[in-house]
């Protein structure tokens, strides 16, 4: 299987975040999609979409890190059709 994600703007809304911190909030991004994509089975019903944006709901973290893990699941979630906060 083959996967290409691309992902041109994150936008966080009202957090407030550092400059420095945007790297660490990709990165965290980038893991738990590789993370969830790569546990999903090719039979799990998954439906490759092209999408211009994903409205990923409402987030809370208590970390940076953390802020790019919760995101990637609410986009993970969004990519299989789903509702973000389900």
């Known amino acids: 299987m083959k996967i290409q994600l691309r992902i041109d703007t994150v936008v966080l809304d009202g957090l407030g975040l ?3 911190h945007s790297a660490v909030v990709r990165d965290a991004i980038g893991a738990e999609l590789m993370r969830l ?7 799990a019903g ?4 092209r999408l211009k944006s994903v409205r990923g709901g409402t987030v809370t973290a ?4 953390a802020l790019g893990t919760v995101t990637a699941r609410a ?3 969004a990519l299989r059709g789903g509702e973000p906060n389900e």
Do not use: C, G, I, K
Not at 62 to 65: A, E, L, N, Q, S
């Open 18 to 20: 550092e400059s420095r």
């Open 75 to 77: 986009l993970y979630t």
């Open 37 to 43: 994509l790569a546990q999903t089975p090719p039979d």
């Open 46 to 49: 998954f439906t490759p979409r």
């Open 62 to 65: 208590t970390t940076v890190d």
